[in-house]
């Protein structure tokens, strides 16, 4: 299983950008990719962390997915209910802040609620 980070979509009708500059939406989203996949990595945890720039909601995909709250917000609710999708603010992706993203893994993995605020 593979953590997933979406903060942009560049297919299908609805192609939701972090920044409005893919170059830069590339490097924002490594980043906290980067950086999630270091604090797990201290605490043993051995995942991947892949950016998903092409996410397809008609594809079924077993892994955690990362969504940008602001993604998710202009999906239709039938096209996510699917996936095993924890939200992450908006601006945390932009910043790298990855506490959010890793305190609701963290709830994840204990069945609690999955939300990132």
């Known amino acids: 299983m593979n953590i997933?980070?979406?903060?942009?979509i560049r297919v299908g009708k609805i192609q939701p950008s972090l920044t409005g500059n893919p170059i830069v939406d590339d490097v924002l989203i490594q980043h906290f990719c980067d950086r999630l996949?270091?604090?797990?990595h201290s605490l043993q945890l051995f995942v991947d962390?892949?950016?998903d720039h092409f996410f397809d909601a008609t594809q079924p995909c077993a892994d955690i997915i990362?969504?940008?709250r602001r993604i998710i917000s202009d999906l239709p609710d039938e096209l996510l209910m699917n996936f095993k999708?924890?939200?992450i603010d908006h601006n945390d992706i932009l910043r790298?802040?990855?506490?959010g993203a890793f305190d609701a893994l963290k709830?994840?993995?204990t069945g609690k609620n999955v939300s990132a605020i």
Request: aromatic share 4%.
């Open 4 to 8: 997933k980070v979406v903060g942009d």
């Open 85 to 87: 999708i924890i939200d």
């Open 107 to 109: 709830r994840y993995d």
């Open 37 to 40: 996949k270091e604090k797990l």
């Open 66 to 68: 990362l969504m940008d």
């Open 96 to 99: 790298g802040n990855v506490t």
């Open 49 to 51: 962390i892949i950016p």
